[in-house]
């Protein structure tokens, strides 16, 4: 028997890297699993590789709320439930602040932030439905340390770690019936504490 056996689970970004490394580790461990991207090409390559029977694509922009919602009911309608959100999907820009334009700034913001906002609003009536589940969102270290040329980045990680925050008190606290998770896959938070300062 897996640990996942049973369990219905939302990944987003999930068509290539770290997110499909999510996808695939879930379907072993007996979940069924729903994940998106933009990518679409490579994300139906990951699912049809997988099965149907336990993993299905949909093309997800975490900014879009309508994409949210559409996520949100392709896996209540293929798989029955909602008991796990993994919001994976993320980018990245490196610059110095004088040459990172407020578009590229505002997108970063729009995906990393907006989207785990997004998709933690989106799931929380299925979740309930479903009796309580789990949300976990990815972040990065840098968001406590700090990097040079990846400052969108890290405003969005520390607005990742906040929505966590909230949304513990909020859905957890007052319902018991679930989980808020911050992962922080970047480097181990012992080996980023001794790095020195850039300031």
Known sequence: MGRLDGKVALITGGARGMGKSHVR??????????????????????????????????????????????????????????????????VLKFARIAD?????????????AVGCWLGMKAVTEPMTAAGGGSIVNISSIEGFTGAAGLYGSVCGTVSARALCATAWMRLIRASDSGRVEIRLPSRSLRAASRRRSPW
């Open 100 to 112: 990172m334009t407020l578009a590229d700034f505002r997108r970063i913001l729009e995906v990393n």
């Open 25 to 90: 580790h879930f379907v072993a461990e007996g979940a069924r699993v729903v994940f998106g991207d933009v990518l679409d090409d490579r994300g139906e390559h990951v699912a049809s590789k997988l099965g149907e029977q336990s993993c299905r694509y949909v093309h997800h922009d975490v900014t879009s709320e309508t994409d949210w919602a559409a996520a949100v009911a392709a896996t209540v309608e293929a798989f029955g439930r909602l008991d796990v959100l993994v919001n994976n999907a993320g």
